[in-house]
Structures are given as C-alpha cells and as structure tokens.
C-alpha cells in the first residue's frame, strides 16, 4: 500500500521533471544568427560600395552570420586558414564550400563568386578571424567570436546602423567620380574601402576588451 509520502514524492518529481524542461532552455544561451550585407550600390547601379557592412562583428561562440549579396557587382564571402595564399576567385577554396559551413581556422570556407541569395557560416569556436572578398583584395572584414559568458558589445541594429552609414559613405565617395565610368567609380569605392581598412589596421588579434577597441575605432555606439 502507498504511503501518502510516496504519492507526494512521485507528484514533486513529476513536477520537477516539468520544471527542467521548461527552465533548461532559458538557462542554455540560444545560438544567434546575425545579419550583414555584402556590398551596397546606388540606385542607377553605377556607384559600388566594395565593403562587407556591418564591416566587423562580435558575436557568441554557436553563432552563425548570414551575409546578403543583393548587387550587380559579384562578390565572395571567404575565410582563408591562416597562411593561406590567396586564391583567385574564380578558384577559391579550392571551389566552394556547402551553405552554410562552420569556420574555426581548420578549413577555408567559401561563398564562391555571388550578386545575389545569401551565405552563412557559422562560428564554433572562439577567437579573431579575418574575411576576405576573392574578388576586391582590399574587402576585408573581420569576426570576433567570443565565450558565451562574455558581453557582446554591440546588438543587430548597431550593426544595421552602421552597415547603412558605411554604405552611404562609401557610395557618396563614389559619387564625385559619377560620368567616369563604373571602373573608375568602383576604384573610388575601394579606396574609400582601403582608407577605411588603413584606419582599422591596428591588429585585432588578442583583443581583450572588444568594446573599448570599437570605441577606440571612433565607431559610435548610440545608434
Ligand atoms: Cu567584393
């Protein structure tokens, strides 16, 4: 005969049981996946901004980023292992790798050439990785994926916020040269791409305060 203690026990049990699969979830930081555009032209497609917007992000270990290509200019979204020679576009990894693909320095990831769809890759592991364009060899991009208990500086409307002001900036630079020629329009979008990288040049490897860093960049963080 059951004891009224050991009806008790198996009803708190039950209810404890309840319990964590209701809790468990809320205390395991959900992988994100975060957004950023590759590239950005003006409305007569003559002026291209040659620059992944947002053009550096912080995100979690787990996380993955989703890049949008949505101009007539082609792109790749590439990470190349380290020492890597850079390859030719048209030859990357080498070929093309499944979308989307992890990324932690083992093996090169690559979009392959695209103006248009999306591509992610995901980040399982920490640390500093660089992003390249195969076809601008002044694109760059950087993503810095820090431990889940550390704080991400900056949320996705930063990033929207400053992957439209970097984009008006480099299109507006581009616009003096307007009458010259999509050649020499797009040589302006990648100077105004490399004057920007010149700034960012200070190594980011190692850093250990990503905020103070961003802020040292002179990105504003009140969007
Ligand atoms: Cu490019």
Known sequence: MKTLNSYNFSAISRWLSVLAVLIAPQLVQA??????TVGAQSHDLGRQALAFLANELWV??????????????????????????????????PG????????DNSACVN???????SYTVSFPAA????????VHANMTGAVHVLNSSE???????FYDFQANREANALLSDGAGLEGQGIATAEQAGANGSE?????????WRGISNPLSHALSKGYDCRP
């Open 151 to 157: 704080p991400l500086p900056f949320d996705q409307r």
């Open 31 to 36: 992988a994100a996946t975060w957004q950023a």
């Open 127 to 134: 640390g500093n990785f660089k992003l390249v364009c195969l």
């Open 60 to 93: 979690h270990v787990g996380d993955s980023i989703t890049w949008t290509f949505a101009t007539d200019e082609v792109h790749t979204v590439t990470f190349l292992t380290p020492g890597q020679t850079r390859p030719a576009s048209q030859v990357g990894c």
């Open 96 to 103: 093309v790798t499944p979308n989307p693909s992890p990324f």
């Open 111 to 117: 979009s392959g050439r695209l103006t248009s769809g």
């Open 195 to 203: 004057r920007r990288h010149r700034r960012d040049r200070s190594d």
